[in-house]
């Protein structure tokens, strides 16, 4: 079967998920400068929130990929520029999963419990520990940056593809883009 666009569930989890990391990259950018106090504390139960949110709807987003094949690039895309995007697409997912984990281990070896929306206790992944908690702080930190500059690629790409290639893939995900065909 051959898919032309993602279905309108992948889309909704693709812009969901998109739309809280969004949220979630500023907002950790600012809560970790900001001094003690209720906001910065406030600010890192929302990011937590946040977070554990996007593990979640990566988890189904990722059940959902697995059943629902994905629409076949451009027979005009080298395929060098096919391997690239899967690999750039799988180490999106595993970010998706890997940084929400890792701030949640982060969070625990420090010694702060996550209450997912004030109102869920999650449980605490492993023991608090000073070294592990420094260990997933630096891992968290460096899986953002790997996953803002692995957005840009993609970003980038997708752009290229729209404005240069003038292919419909950026219409895949945003149906109304797609260019008519005589």
């Given at each position: 079967?051959?898919?032309?666009?993602?279905?309108?569930?992948?889309?909704?989890?693709?812009?969901?998920?998109?739309?809280?990391?969004?949220?979630?990259?500023?907002?950790?950018?600012?809560?970790?400068?900001l001094d003690l106090s209720p906001l910065k504390l406030k600010l890192y139960s929302w990011h937590k929130w946040l977070g554990v949110t996007v593990f979640a709807l990566a988890l189904l987003r990722i059940v959902w990929r697995v059943t629902h094949a994905a629409p076949a690039a451009p027979a005009s895309m080298p395929a060098w520029q096919r391997k690239v995007a899967a690999a750039l697409h799988g180490l999106l997912y595993v970010l998706m999963l890997a940084l929400p984990l890792s701030g949640w281990l982060m969070s625990s070896a420090?010694?702060?419990?996550?209450?997912?929306?004030?109102?869920?206790?999650?449980?605490?992944?492993?023991?608090?520990?000073?070294?592990?908690?420094?260990?997933?702080?630096?891992?968290?930190?460096?899986?953002?940056?790997?996953?803002?500059?692995?957005?840009?690629?993609?970003?980038?790409?997708?752009?290229?593809?729209?404005?240069?290639?003038?292919d419909d893939i950026a219409a895949r995900m945003l149906p109304w883009l797609a260019r008519k065909r005589s």
């Open positions: 079967m051959n898919v032309v666009n993602y279905t309108r569930t992948a889309i909704a989890f693709h812009w969901l998920i998109a739309l809280l990391i969004l949220a979630i990259l500023p907002l950790g950018m600012v809560m970790t400068e420090k010694g702060f419990q996550t209450v997912w929306f004030g109102v869920l206790p999650l449980p605490d992944l492993i023991a608090k520990d000073e070294g592990l908690g420094a260990f997933f702080e630096e891992t968290h930190e460096a899986l953002v940056g790997l996953l803002l500059f692995l957005l840009a690629i993609h970003v980038g790409a997708t752009l290229k593809h729209h404005f240069i290639d003038r």
